[in-house]
């Protein structure tokens, strides 16, 4: 609906203007409308249907920023993505096996990594490849979980040292807004550790996030990217003190 008014909106029409009197009045193009919509539409989903506001930010979340990094994670994710697979689900002692396995490739490429700047970018590609996980693993003993904190740690600190490069602070707080599994537990202490110039950008970029969430009405996420924001002032006005 959304999609639809905005739409109208650019062919400067309304939803009153769209049909003439004699179609408004039409009983058999209701009973018409009303087929296509109420009980078609679900089988014939649009663009707008499939792609809505919510899945499209989520995806950006991910990796859409990904692009803007000075070494791109989508450099390591499909090796990553090899060690963990796509489609499988794993139970308890599998998700543990997996995990290791994980653990172990992230370290030799971490090792064999050429810069800091490629280090963050492996570790950034192991967080998304370990969100998109979660719903396919038992992690009850918190194995995957594990293995999410020790690149977090890694790449907290690394971002720290390169939070001025184009995209890093965006992309954290995007990330941070779309989590839904409690993995990221360190991003308010990050906000908090920034120089002054750094922690106002993130102010700005969290500015630009809730703008869109506001927009697209998305609740849930407008409110923690509120509640960040209001952690972040906090923080800021602490360290001044």
Known sequence: MVDLRGRLARLARTPEEVLDAAERASGWLLKKAWKRVWHDGPNRRTDAMRNTPRRRLEAHALRGNWPRFPVSPARFEPELRRVVGDHAYYDQRATDLVAHLLESHVDLLAAMAA???ERLALHRAAMTVIIEMMDRVDDSLADMSEVFAASERTYLALARDHAGLDGIVRDLLELAVWE?????????????????EHANLAVRELSGIIADLR????????????RQKSEHHRHVGDHRR
Request: proline content about 0%.
């Open 115 to 117: 810069s800091d700047l």
């Open 215 to 226: 927009r697209e009405r998305l609740d849930d996420q407008l409110a923690r990217a509120l």
């Open 180 to 196: 839904d599994y409690g993995l990221l537990r360190s991003v308010g202490d990050f906000l908090g550790a920034l120089q002054e």
